[in-house]
């Protein structure tokens, strides 16, 4: 893949040309792939506080006039991993230390049922700026949750890129195939040819 391309991954371009999560699952899979630690540090899309700013308010996680400041970042960032990690429990793992983490990040957290003219509800974030931006992929997740979808919410093997796994049997494992799952391959048959 061609760095133009790379760049893009998790926005413009899914691996494999899989499907994004759907509904509002789909912004909490872009959160989480706003970073793939395959590729260099600065690429990451929330890593400094101007990108994060950019970042979330392209995404209307924060208002206009809302500042990210080094340690929102940084919380930011924690949330973010503790969230790839409870994707990577989804296909067989323990998710305590990723739940200890988030109980620890969600403490200014706060949502509230909003509803409008139809009687439809929505949860909606008490407070703006990072406490905002934390309790509404909190509620996301927990919305996933209620759904049964999060369940299929999965971390790549190799490259922890967060996809959307629609198998019948839930049983994928790479991101894509055709990029991750051959290079496991042949890592693998590498490392059976070097102990032969
Ligand atoms: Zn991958």
Redesign the pocket.
Known sequence: MEEHDKRRVGEQIE?GDRPKAPGRLELLQRFVNSYNH?FPRDWDRIGTPEKAEAWLKEKRLVAPGDRISDAGVARLIEMREAIRALSIANRGGSPEAAADVIQGLSGGAQLRVAVDETGRTALEPARGGVDGVVATLLGILHEAQLTGEWSRMKA??????AFFDRSKNRSAA???MS??GNRTKNRAYYRRRRTT
């Open positions: 691996p395959d790549c093997r190799h490259c922890e890129y790479w991101c894509a990029i991750c």
